[in-house]
Structures are given as structure tokens and as C-alpha cells.
């Protein structure tokens, strides 16, 4: 999730981390070839101080707090970039093993806007991830509740998105939960929710692309999803229309 209003929240859910695993190098590395200029090789202390980090890739490598990758910045504060991961100890679906999240957020400009799905290919990529997505902060919030218990039972979610079933109610981890402005998703996870359809499929297809692994990266509309522009607002509804499986709403 974003950390402030004006940044593009990045998260990406894929199998846990095992021995020498070298998947967060591959995220970092995939990540400065994404965006041109980015070096992620600064931390925060306690105290939200920038640390350089002069081996930072054997740091990542031996940092296995919580079994995932230790947080990484860029230097620039007015234009932030971060990442960082850890295990889950949840399933992603019914009767599910632990999985690793890696969270992450871009500044929003121009620049990071025309990179952001090359960002996210990156990382869902070198993650091997299921699923993943990158969403501006402000529809994220409004995302979340679609699946965000609430104290009357069951979400109801705004402005007539459908509700959304928890991980233990998925029945496998290529699901993806919910969808963003920009998706990833392997080809497991295309394959169980029915991407693409070439009849069906026209319009996403103009702005999607394939990964190297066979995944896909689907971008919802052409500028950042703003839910209060009604345009973004259809594209979302319809969106989930077209994939019930999405969320598991599909019948079973």
C-alpha cells in the first residue's frame, strides 16, 4: 500500500523464500533496469534518517527478517521509490501455505507513471509471483474495503463494486484477490481467471502486455486510477464483470 496520497502502491504476492534464494536481488536489480536513473541502494534508520547501503546486495541476500528482504529506498525524498518483502504465515487461498508479500511504492510523475508497468513486471517477474498489482493510494483505500471486514458483518463496499470473499474462501493461489490500476498476473493465474479472450478481451489487450515468463501485465486505463472519475469508475465495474473469478465470486 502507498504510504501518502501522490505515491503508486505496489504489492505483489508469490511463494515463500527458500535457502539461497536469490529472488529479492532479482526484484531489486529488475526494478533499477525498469526505471531509468533509479539506484536503490539507501535505507532508514529508527529515526527516518537515509543510511547508504555500501554492499547492498549482499546485505539484501543475509537481511532475512521475517524470512523475506530488508526495506530499500532510492535517495530522493521528494520523488520516493521503496520495496521491501516478508512472509505471510496465511494462505493466499483455502487450506493455503504461507506466501511471500513484497510491498513497494512509486512517486507519482510523469516519468514513474510511463514505467510504472515495466516496475511491476520487475517485480512480479523476479518475485515469480501468482498475482500482484500497483494502484495509486486513493483508490487502493477504496479497493481494500471491498474485502475489509466490517464491525456489521460482511464489506460493503462504495460506489457499487462488488464484495469480495477472503483468502480462506479462494480456491487457489493464482486468484488474484482483487484487481488495480495495474495487474499483474502469471500465466497460472491468466489461465484461472480466463485471460485473454480474444473476443472479449479487445480493450484490455490495447494495454496489456506479455511477460517473459508468459504472465501478463494489464493496465485498467490509460492515466492512474482516479474512482472519481466516471470513466475509471465503469472500466473497474466492468473489469470485474468480465473476471468472476476475481475474488472469488465465481459459482462454484
Not at 2 to 9: K, R, T, V
Not at 139 to 144: F, G, L, P, Y
Not at 193 to 210: K, N
Amino acid at each position: 500500500m502507498a504510504i501518502f496520497p501522490n505515491e503508486l502502491g505496489i504489492t505483489v504476492y508469490a511463494p515463500t523464500l527458500e535457502g539461497d534464494d536469490k529472488r529479492p536481488l532479482a526484484i531489486v536489480h529488475g526494478m533499477e533496469n525498469a526505471l531509468r536513473g533509479l539506484r536503490l541502494d539507501w535505507t532508514y534508520s529508527e529515526k527516518e534518517e537515509l543510511i547508504a547501503l555500501h554492499h547492498r546486495d549482499e546485505w539484501i541476500l543475509a537481511d532475512r527478517t521475517d524470512n523475506g528482504f530488508p526495506f530499500i529506498c532510492n535517495e530522493d525524498r521528494d520523488r520516493p521509490v521503496t520495496i521491501t518483502g516478508w512472509e505471510n504465515p496465511n494462505g493466499l487461498a483455502a487450506g493455503g501455505s504461507p506466501h511471500l508479500e513484497v510491498h513497494g511504492s512509486l512517486h507519482l510523475d510523469a516519468t514513474t507513471i510511463s514505467a510504472a508497468a515495466g516496475v511491476l513486471a520487475a517485480i512480479g517477474e523476479g518475485a515469480r509471483g501468482f498475482w500482484g498489482q500497483a494502484t495509486p493510494f486513493n483508490a487502493a483505500v477504496e479497493i481494500a474495503e471491498q474485502t475489509a471486514p466490517t464491525l456489521a458483518g460482511p464489506p460493503s463496499p462504495s460506489r457499487g463494486l462488488p464484495a469480495l470473499k477472503l483468502s480462506r474462501d479462494i480456491r487457489s493461489p493464482e486468484i488474484p484477490h482483487r484487481l488495480g490500476w495495474l495487474n499483474y498476473w502469471s500465466a497460472a493465474a491468466a489461465l484461472a481467471i480466463g485471460f485473454p479472450d480474444l473476443a472479449r478481451d479487445t480493450d484490455l489487450l490495447s494495454r496489456a502486455r506479455r511477460t517473459a515468463s508468459g504472465g501478463w501485465v494489464v493496465q485498467l486505463t490509460d492515466a492512474p486510477l482516479d474512482l472519481d472519475n466516471p470513466a475509471h469508475l465503469d472500466t473497474l465495474k466492468r473489469t470485474y464483470e468480465r473476471f468472476p473469478e476475481i475474488g472469488g465470486r465465481a459459482a462454484p
